[in-house]
């Protein structure tokens, strides 16, 4: 079984930065495309961003040039460095791997206050 823990969210000013982690463990052989979504309250769950396993990177456009997403296929871990923060990113953010199917970790959640 796989399980995804994620990490970094929190409470930050508007202008700030935060770096999610999302760490996968269980019975892993490989990884494929690792990403993030986010639901803020009352909407519909979006695309943040994801990266493929041979480093293609793909952003939503709400959020290039702003955030940064890596990856550590050692660690089996994705990373999600967020900089000038807006009010408009508060959301829970899900980090997702595909691994012989979809999982999805817990939810973190991230307050930007103006």
């Known amino acids: 079984q796989v399980q995804l823990v994620e990490s970094g969210g929190g409470l930050v000013q508007a202008g700030g930065s935060l770096r999610l982690s999302c760490a996968a463990s269980?019975?892993?052989?490989?990884?494929?495309?690792m990403g993030w979504y986010r639901q803020a309250a009352g909407k519909q769950r979006e695309f943040v961003a994801d990266m493929t396993r041979g480093g293609t990177t793909n952003y939503a456009d709400s959020v290039k040039g702003r955030f940064t997403i890596s990856r550590d296929n050692a660690k089996n871990t994705v990373y999600l460095q967020m900089n000038s923060l807006k009010p408009e990113d508060t959301a829970v953010y899900y980090c997702?791997?595909?691994?012989?199917?979809?999982?999805w970790g817990q939810g973190t959640q991230v307050t930007v206050s103006s």
């Open positions: 269980g019975s892993i052989f490989s990884i494929g495309t």
């Open positions: 997702y791997m595909f691994i012989m199917q979809d999982y």
